[in-house]
């Protein structure tokens, strides 16, 4: 079936480091995938997303580029800020059919000044 | 435009009691799709309800129940409370038609099963 795995956290950065968030997914065909972002106590917000191969989504300074070679959509920031503290989670939509979401476990952010 | 809404925001269970969860979806949108988050998880499928049917279900027994009204909110039911169904519940809409991937969270609702 479906599966997302990503990078454990924490992850503590000091304001202004680059970021990368490690996903990648198992899935048939060409699924669609997502970053969603939680914020403490709060629901989950969509940050970006792509739906075909070599699609690039960004969003605030964030981005993810869709790897069909390696299966990956890893997420970077150049710069990053205190605000940008949150859970940030990987998902995909796979092709069969429906509107599912299958998540990975998350990673914590932690920004830092 | 008013965005997804859940209610309540917390509950406290005792295990063996029936829950309710309540979810409006975003205006315009026909389809709701609720999410069991586990401390510490990601969220997992339970199940998705399109224009008052079920359209999809997860690996989740079937003391987990839904419906969807006519004007497209949702309720989530459980029966039979575990401890282990403690969790973040997270409701989800999107428009249908031809925008169908992008889905829009709720805060959730918080239950604490004792």
């Known amino acids: 079936g479906d599966s997302v795995t990503q990078m454990e956290g924490p992850v503590t950065l000091s304001e202004e480091a680059f970021l990368t968030i490690n996903c990648t997914y198992t899935?048939?065909?060409?699924?669609?995938l997502f970053w969603y972002v939680q914020y403490p106590g709060e629901g989950l917000q969509l940050l970006l997303k792509a739906t075909k191969a070599d699609d690039k989504g960004s969003n605030k300074g964030f981005e993810a580029t869709y790897r069909k070679e390696t299966t990956s959509f890893h997420l970077e920031k150049g710069s990053v800020q205190v605000s940008d503290s949150a859970v940030y989670f990987c998902a995909l939509r796979g092709t069969g059919g429906g509107n599912k979401l299958t998540f990975g476990t998350g990673t914590q952010l932690k920004v830092e000044l | 435009e008013t965005g997804v809404t859940q209610s309540p925001t917390h509950l406290i269970k005792t295990r063996g009691q029936q829950v309710t969860l309540r979810c409006s979806s975003q205006?315009?949108?026909?389809?709701v799709s609720w999410y069991q988050q586990a401390l510490g998880q990601g969220p997992q499928f339970i199940f998705q309800?399109?224009?008052?049917?079920?359209?999809g279900r997860g690996n989740f027994p079937p003391r987990f129940s839904g419906l969807q009204f006519p004007n497209y909110s949702s309720e989530l039911n459980v029966n039979a409370l575990e401890l282990d169904d403690s969790a973040l519940y997270l409701c989800?809409?999107?428009?249908?038609?031809?925008?169908?991937?992008?889905?829009?969270f709720g805060p959730g609702t918080r239950l604490l099963v004792l």
């Open positions: 989800a809409s999107s428009p249908g038609g031809g925008d169908q991937e992008t889905q829009y």
């Open positions: 205006s315009g949108h026909n389809t």
């Open positions: 309800y399109y224009r008052e049917e079920e359209n």
């Open positions: 899935a048939t065909g060409y699924p669609s």
